[in-house]
Each structure stands twice: as structure tokens, then as C-alpha cells.
């Protein structure tokens, strides 16, 4: 069947968007930019990349679709009694637009949905960039993203993010010495920007060590478990295991996690400092 596509124009035609959109409670209600951050004073107070970001917050719909199967949760129920273990779902990257499809409205998806549903943060638990306020919209806190049948980490800045795949065993017996996991444990944050940018190109280009393979990308695979480092400047460090149990025909992906490892926070010298 022909595929309806309906064009909402949100700025030129706000009563339209109203009527595509369902309504909102309170707590979907996203902050607007105040007033005072267009006046001059306010724009003198911070460096030239640092602007006002209104943080993404999913709607009850979203929230919804987020949320997975009851079948999934009984299926793990088991190992989310364990400390620090969290049961999510994310779905796939896919570019912001402002056209949207019938199936959207159906589902209650705005077009920035797939944007954030595609990125999670371990340390915030939660999905999106996690940015709100006056900050440089590079530095997103979140630690993994979905995207072409992918798992990337490392991908805001300042951020170094790398994954091994240690193949079908279960999540519950991974821990920081395990073996394959090793290789991510001993990892020794940047002193500086140059270290940084080093190591981030090593991690994109992947590298071998003890019969693994590790990357700040990884394909994505069903009952497959992995792990991830990802050391983010000034924000986190964290060390997370997580497995898949469930790849969706519409590309999303269940997955269940464990935090195995926090580090203290790291901190290493920018650019322009």
C-alpha cells in the first residue's frame, strides 16, 4: 500500500503541529530558552561554542515505545536482581527531519525521537545527550549510540570509547578480569589532548590484543555479549557489560547491562588550555 506521508512545518503552522502531535503532560513539558540569553552580557560570560541546549524529553508515547516487552523482562528477570543491572531498548540512528510518516503519528514519535532514542548514558541511565543549559553541544554525556546495525562509543567529544565482543556467554558471569575484559580495565586515561586524539584513532581503526578484537564500533548481534569502556573528559569512566537479547525487524535493540566498574572521574588537559 501506498506509503501517506504527511509534511508538518512546526514553526510556520503551530496549531497543525498541535493537532499531530499528542498532547503532553507536565512532565513531557521541555524548557524553553530564557529570556536573558539573548542579551549581550550573557553571550560575554561564555567561550564562543558554548550555546543554550534544551535537553530531549520523551513524550509518554515515546516513553512507551522505549519501554521493553513484558516477555523480555520476564526473560531476565533473574539477573536484573542484581546490583546495577538495568533492562533498555534503543533504536536505530536515524537523521532529524521534519517529515513525518503515518506510522510515526501512530506510535506518538516526533522527529527528533530516533535522534535520542538511539544514544543511552550508563552513568545517567538514560537515553539522549543528557545536555540542559548553557554548554558546548559537542560534549554530550552518553556512551553508546545504535546506527547502521552498529554499537559506537567514543562519539562525543572528549570521549574515548571502546568495545569488545566476547561472544555468546552470559552477562552474569562477566566481571573487570575477565578474560577479553582485561584489555579494557587496565586502560589509563589521556594526560592531554594530544594522548586523547591518539588513542581515539587507534580505537576507530581497531586493534587486536589476546584474541580479541576491539573498536570504538562493533556489529551488532543477537545473544551476543560485550563490553564497553568508555572515558569520557571531565564527565565519567565507566566500565559496562551488556548483552543482547533481542534484534526487533524495525532494527531497534534490547539489551540487558551491568555496570562492572566505575573509575574516578578523568580530567585532561583541552586544546585551548
Known sequence: MRLVILTVVMLSFP????????PRDESDTRP??????????????????????????FTTEEKRLLEPSTS????????????????????PWARRRRIISVEDLGDGRSPDFNTNACIYSFSKERHGAGLNGYVDPRLGWAELKLGDGKFFAGFTGESLGVLVALGDIPLETVTAQAEGVRGLTDII?????????????????GFEMDR????????????????LRSTSNKRADVLIGFRVIRLA??????????????YPKPEWKRREE
Open 189 to 205: 586515561p589521556p594526560a592531554d589532548y594530544l594522548e586523547a586524539s591518539a588513542l581515539s584513532k587507534r580505537n576507530r581503526a
Open 32 to 57: 524553553n530558552k530564557p529570556e536573558e540569553a539573548q542579551s549581550p552580557e550573557i553571550k560575554k560570560r561564555f567561550p564562543r561554542r558554548v550555546v543554550w541546549v534544551s535537553e530531549y524529553h
Open 249 to 262: 525487524p524495525d532494527g531497534s535493540v534490547t539489551i540487558i547491562w551491568r555496570k562492572l566498574k566505575t
Open 72 to 91: 523480555d523482562q520476564q526473560q531476565v528477570a533473574n539477573i536484573l536482581r542484581l546490583p546495577d543491572t538495568r533492562l533498555i531498548r534503543l533504536f
Open 212 to 227: 580479541f578484537s576491539y573498536g570504538s564500533s562493533l556489529p551488532v548481534a543477537a545473544n551476543r555479549t560485550y563490553v
Open 15 to 22: 496549531s497543525l503541529a498541535g493537532i499531530c502531535q499528542s
